[in-house]
């Protein structure tokens, strides 16, 4: 739940170094980035969001903007983060998408049913997107971001992010409905 | 990839509009939507992002945030007075100086080489949109550039210069617009070679980085953006940028930041981009030499840096820097070699 109109006071207060306002940026943010982390094949979310949380915290003095951007920023901070570790990982995020990547969002999935749908197809449909519509549609679902900041966030054209969730959106559907006709 | 139909698929290509899918994201899907189906799958993505940290985590944080921020702040104040000032708080006045003068000795509009000072965020924040903006992103060579910045991000500055030497073999494999960039490579891969040992000095890999970020901007604002940038003053500028990353090489002298504001750039002396200078303590390196016929301008021993004077790149001015010549791609043989795997 975004701070609204408190959120120049809390930055403020951040900035000067006041507890109550970090802990208030941390309480808003500290879900979806980790969820964020978590659905794009994070093997240690909470890790990276703590690392991103503490770089945020030593570059607040030379963020300027409105909530809207601190979001965009600290979800820059994270996807960046998310590029090393995946590098790290001799991953390289820029090749097509994995087959199967075991981290799933969430971690542990509880298979219940949804109106005829499962947790546990949506998130295999959900796998089998390209890397790039992954991301995109997490950084608008989870994140909560608009496309221009979704924009920022991967580096890319705002076209090419509305592409990327229309494909991701298409191809999700087309996988559901393989696995409903084939059940 | 699909098994519908190829006419079905096109009619929901057709059908699915950009409004139909922002209200689907945004959890409210349109009443009679051909996406509705899938509003299942938002709920269960957006339900990731709910869980709340607890109490005992955001105390943590919050209190070691804070922590990080007092701390910062008194080396700031601290540091305004004397050399323990902040290196990346120095990049935005660097950066304007920077800018200020390509457009002073280039000619360029303001627009083509503008950074959003506005932009919220870091310095490299301004590379993000700058990425976006020209839409390279989608080719490999913005591929390259994008894993320059992630680089620099780090601090491996000098992997972040082997990626921008493959950007530009990407970008000339793609076919764009970057002509006359031999002397731009030589003097990319000179600072490459010239900042590998450089890394084990905290000091000197942050300025180093700040340089190469610098570069990465200027890249990302011109490579392959159709804005009047001709291929010679393109890879001039390129150049120039890469040669102050040499020049940063060794440095061990405090950074007087004040020393550097915008203005400067607007005397009647204009030197190259305002870029932290270097001292070389006896680098020794002959790279520079040849490199630095750029433009005319060069890299003079007099562009203010006070501690810049007889390093190898101020040496090479006697070769061809006079007047506003144009590069003469000489420097070739003084290319190190290239390396290309990060």
Do not use: C
Request: hydrophobic content about 40%; overall charge negative; cysteine-free.
């Amino acid at each position: 739940m975004p701070l609204g109109e408190g959120f120049d006071a809390a930055l403020g207060a951040a900035k000067e170094g006041a507890d109550w306002a970090w802990a208030a940026l941390y309480r808003d943010l500290a879900g979806p980035v980790t969820g964020y982390l978590a659905s794009r094949g994070s093997r240690e979310p909470e890790d990276l969001a703590a690392e991103t949380f503490l770089q945020v915290a030593r570059n607040v003095h030379t963020f300027d903007g409105d909530e809207g951007a601190f979001r965009s920023w600290v979800f820059v901070i994270a996807h960046r983060r998310l590029i090393d570790a995946r590098r790290a990982h001799g991953r390289r995020p820029d090749l097509v998408t994995l087959p199967e990547d075991d981290a799933r969002p969430g971690g542990n999935v509880e298979v219940e049913a949804v109106d005829q749908l499962v947790t546990a197809e949506l998130i295999d449909a959900f796998e089998k997107l390209t890397e790039d519509q992954r991301d995109v549609l997490a950084l608008r679902i989870i994140a909560n971001l608009t496309i221009e900041e979704t924009a920022n966030v991967v580096g890319k054209r705002i076209g090419a992010v509305k592409a990327a969730q229309r494909r991701g959106l298409i191809a999700l559907r087309a996988h559901l409905d393989v696995e409903r006709v084939t059940r | 990839m699909s098994p519908l139909s190829d006419y079905e698929d096109e009619m929901f290509r057709a059908t699915m509009a950009d409004r139909e899918i922002e209200q689907l994201l945004s959890g409210v899907p349109a009443e009679d939507g051909v996406l509705n189906d899938l509003a299942p799958f938002v709920d269960m993505l957006r339900s990731q992002g709910m869980r709340a940290p607890s109490d005992a985590a955001v105390d943590s944080f919050a209190a070691e945030a804070a922590a990080i921020v007092l701390a910062g702040r008194s080396t700031r104040v601290a540091g305004s007075a004397s050399r323990s000032r902040s290196r990346r708080s120095l990049l935005r006045p660097q950066l304007a100086a920077v800018l200020a003068t390509i457009v002073l000795l280039t000619g360029m509009t303001g627009v083509a080489v503008a950074a959003d000072p506005a932009a919220p965020g870091d310095t490299l924040y301004g590379l993000d949109r700058a990425l976006e903006e020209i839409g390279i992103g989608a080719g490999k060579a913005g591929e390259r550039l994008e894993e320059a910045h992630t680089l620099v991000a780090d601090g491996q500055a000098q992997l972040a210069l082997e990626h921008v030497t493959e950007a530009f073999d990407e970008a000339e494999k793609e076919g764009d617009e970057v002509a006359d960039l031999q002397d731009a490579r030589v003097a990319i891969s000179d600072a490459a070679a010239m900042i590998v040992d450089a890394n084990e000095d905290s000091d000197n890999a942050a300025i180093m980085q700040g340089n190469v970020a610098l570069l990465l901007e200027y890249l990302s604002n011109n490579l392959g953006k159709d804005v009047g940038v001709d291929g010679r003053e393109f890879g001039q500028g390129v150049a120039e940028l890469a040669r102050n990353i040499s020049k940063s090489d060794d440095t061990d002298e405090p950074v007087n930041d004040t020393s550097v504001p915008p203005e400067d750039t607007e005397s009647d002396d204009p030197g190259p981009p305002e870029v932290i200078p270097g001292n070389p303590g006896g680098s020794g390196n002959g790279n520079g030499n040849g490199n630095s016929g750029g433009n005319g301008n060069g890299n003079s021993g007099g562009n203010g840096s006070g501690n810049s004077g007889g390093n190898g790149n101020g040496n090479g001015n006697g070769g061809n820097s006079g007047g506003n010549g144009p590069p003469d791609g000489s420097p070739s043989e003084t290319a190190p070699g290239r390396g290309n795997q990060p």
